[in-house]
């Protein structure tokens, strides 16, 4: 994350790249029963000439494939082969913005679910475990009981998003405040 200057004030923003997008295969209603982009991610230095690019089809030169639905009017705008780029968003204020939160590995429960803890006075050894987790009767745990346990990594969506800076030269779009996911993953932006 870094900061703006915008109408004398500091701006929380996070800076995101993005990659060269293909479309390479365009999928309509009357062939498929749906309309979708398939759009491929290219790795970084694998850009070079498309004719070239076409003739060898290294499979290995993208890092993601991913299918777009779309809309029967605007599926119309693209063909095969064609690079998407940041004219997309040239009118777009908010987006939204959805990916995998960062992983925090093993967590015990006061961390996880924000136990309080037993007291820490008159000799008490008891001091950040879990406690008791069931009565007697069932003889089994309850489902959905809070336990310790794996810590995030869910899928997150955040709605409403500002866009703050758009270059299309660095192919970079700065959105405020965090977004999901650790630092070089991809995130999934829908607007």
Avoid: C
Avoid at 42 to 65: A, C, T
């Amino acid at each position: 994350m870094t900061r703006i200057v915008k109408w004398n004030d500091f701006v929380p923003v996070t800076l995101l790249k993005v990659p060269t997008l293909k479309v390479v295969a365009v999928k309509t209603k009357e062939v498929h029963g749906y309309t979708s982009l398939v759009i491929w991610i290219l790795k970084k230095g694998k850009e070079g000439n498309l004719e070239e690019w076409k003739k060898s089809l290294n499979f290995s030169d993208f890092s993601k494939i991913r299918e777009v639905p779309l809309k029967e009017d605007e599926i119309s705008k693209f063909n095969v082969w064609d690079n998407i780029t940041l004219d997309v968003l040239d009118w777009v204020e908010q987006v939204e913005i959805t990916w995998f939160s960062k992983w925090k590995w093993f967590a015990w429960a006061m961390k996880r679910h924000n136990f309080h803890g037993w007291r820490a006075t008159h000799g008490s050894k008891f001091h950040r475990a879990l406690g008791s987790i069931g009565t007697r009767k069932p003889r089994r745990t309850h489902k959905g009981k809070k336990m310790h346990w794996h810590m995030w990594n869910v899928r997150v969506t955040i709605k409403k998003v500002p866009v703050e800076i758009l270059n299309k030269d660095l192919s970079i779009i700065g959105v405020k405040w965090p977004v999901p996911g650790a630092r070089n993953s991809l995130v999934s932006i829908k607007f």
